[in-house]
Nanobody
């Protein structure tokens, strides 16, 4: 069974920074891809950033140059800089392996203006 657990969310002022972490059960490098999604109230869940096993990265236009996704043996991370109120959402960790997709329970990020 695969488990993903996010941490690092919280309340931050606009312009501030946060680092989200996602711990995975087992070997984190077995995932074909991993990523971060977010869902704001009343909106659909959207892809924020994705990391592929070959090292490629994809970012949503709204976060390019502000967010960075990375991974090491300790987990998956999302470094968020220059945060804006519109970044407020629940952030979810996602991982894909063996044709299955796995999700964490989410961590709340709130950016005050």
């Amino acid at each position: 069974q695969v488990h993903l657990v996010e941490s690092g969310g919280g309340l931050v002022q606009a312009g501030g920074s946060l680092r989200l972490s996602c711990a995975a059960s087992g070997n984190i490098f077995r995932f074909n891809h991993m990523g971060w999604y977010r869902q704001a109230p009343g909106k659909e869940r959207e892809l924020v950033a994705r990391l592929y096993s070959g090292g490629g990265r994809h970012y949503a236009d709204s976060v390019k140059a502000r967010f960075t996704i990375s991974r090491d043996s300790g987990g998956l991370y999302l470094h968020m800089n220059s945060l804006k109120p519109e970044d407020t959402a629940v952030y979810y960790c996602n991982g894909g392996v063996s044709m299955n997709e796995y999700w964490g329970q989410g961590t709340q990020v709130t950016v005050s203006s």
